[in-house]
């Protein structure tokens, strides 16, 4: 079972980036996705969640108005587009997997590093 995420680069301020979650199995279509970041020295924070229905959604509100987070069944994929970047959503990404939707998360992908430069 595993998540490969991918999309990651360097982009200037008010750019525009796509990541991909791609999962190993169909079953994760069935799962709660949610996006994390980690920027250098900080912790670990929570960026955006999916339920199994796509219209399901919930946000940091720290990107509320600015980043989508979608999922695409026929192909095992969770998607977070992310608009009008600014130099502090830089950071590593790791999109992650919730079976039993108790916001434990039981998988991770391997994260995809974001640099947004002013």
């Known amino acids: 079972v595993q998540l490969q995420a991918s999309g990651g680069g360097l982009v200037q301020s008010g750019g525009s980036l796509r990541l991909s979650c791609e999962a190993s199995e169909r079953t994760f279509n069935s799962y709660p996705m949610s996006w994390f970041r980690q920027a250098p020295g900080k912790e670990r924070e929570f960026v955006a969640g999916v339920k199994w229905r796509q219209d399901n959604t919930y946000y940091a509100d720290f990107v509320k108005g600015r980043f989508t987070i979608s999922r695409q069944y026929t192909k095992n994929t969770v998607y977070l587009q992310m608009n009008s970047l600014k130099p502090e959503d830089t950071a590593v990404y790791y999109c992650?997997?919730?079976?039993?939707?108790?916001?434990?998360?039981?998988?991770w992908g391997q994260g995809t590093q974001v640099t947004v430069s002013s």
């Open positions: 992650a997997a919730d079976p039993l939707g108790n916001h434990k998360y039981d998988y």
